[in-house]
């Protein structure tokens, strides 16, 4: 409530699941450009695939993001996408088996593994809530979890201000799970609008809170700025999955998040009309 971020350990994700969704995101980033423009974001109808450098824009007092992404959403074993997620409905973009063997399978099993720890979590903040325990049931039936494996280049030399791995932004959904790499880059602004590291800690996820969150709390849960700068001198690798309510909820304010000193700071919106409204306007920048 007061920071927006947090660390888990223990969390039940394998080691080995870990290391497996890392190495297909090292092959996959060297792939030569033409097999990943093949699956550009810009060949899908609900912004997944294939992110170049500078593709997106998350700050738009800025230049552009210094990193490579490549995104995807929830599939069933069979590997179809769900048809009635309205604003974000569509299938996963992906590489070229042949090119890539186990790449998709390597992702998902990471995928549903994070997936899974993230349902854990949604009782964890009805309570801190002083809500039912299984207040976000129902509206987490269909996971909307998106996720990112992101590639960032080490920003050396003469540094632009104005170009940044991620550019300052909060996150669209209710929290983000982010496993990165022993290469620091990610910072948060805190109350004091000053920028704190968020230093890699073997063994943990970095979660932080998102808009989703922040809308039906009525700003109680804080979806906090952050950003990610590598300044290194090596690549960084980051694996987020940012995960949401069920497209079609509506996010308004809770009635205990609510008072005559603290009236409804957001008007009610759709969950999925939220993340792509605010996904649109980040690659817009980037085109």
């Known amino acids: 409530m007061n920071v927006g971020f947090f660390?888990?350990?223990?969390?039940?994700v394998a080691e080995e699941t870990i290391?497996?969704?890392l190495a297909a995101a090292k092959r996959f980033f060297a792939l030569p450009l033409a097999s990943k423009e093949a699956i550009d974001m810009s060949k899908s109808t609900n912004f997944k695939g294939y992110t170049p450098l500078l593709g997106e824009n998350s700050n738009p007092e800025n230049r552009g993001d210094l990193h490579e992404g490549f995104d995807i959403g929830w599939e069933d074993s069979s590997g179809s996408a769900r048809a009635d997620d309205g604003a974000m409905s569509g299938a996963n973009l992906w590489p070229d088996e042949q090119e890539l063997?186990?790449?998709r399978e390597a992702v998902m099993q990471y995928y549903n593994a994070v997936v899974s720890l993230g349902k854990l979590m949604f009782p964890i903040f009805a309570l801190a809530l002083n809500l039912p325990e299984d207040f976000f049931a129902d509206k987490t039936?269909?996971?909307?979890a998106i996720l990112r494996l992101l590639y960032y280049p080490s920003q050396d030399g003469l540094v632009d201000d104005r170009i940044q791995g991620i550019g300052a932004h909060t996150d669209y959904e209710c929290f983000t799970i982010l496993w990165q790499d022993e290469v620091p880059a990610l910072q948060a602004l805190n109350l004091d609008k000053k920028w704190v590291d968020a230093t890699p800690i073997p063994g943990t996820f970095v979660v932080?809170?998102?808009?989703?969150?922040?809308?039906?709390?009525?700003?109680?849960?804080?979806?906090t700025?952050?950003?990610a700068i590598n300044r290194s001198g090596v690549e960084r690798y980051?694996?987020?999955l940012f995960f949401g309510s069920d497209y079609d909820v509506v996010l308004e304010a809770l009635p205990s998040c609510v008072s005559a000193e603290r009236p409804p700071k957001y008007e009610p919106i759709t969950a999925g009309e939220y993340v792509r409204s605010r996904i649109a306007e980040?690659?817009?920048h980037g085109k």
């Open 7 to 12: 660390y888990i350990k223990n969390h039940g």
């Open 19 to 21: 290391a497996s969704a």
């Open 101 to 103: 063997p186990g790449f």
């Open 141 to 144: 039936l269909k996971p909307a």
């Open 208 to 223: 932080n809170l998102g808009d989703q969150l922040a809308r039906w709390t009525n700003d109680v849960f804080k979806s």
């Open 225 to 227: 700025v952050h950003r």
């Open 238 to 240: 980051s694996i987020p």
């Open 282 to 284: 980040t690659y817009g």
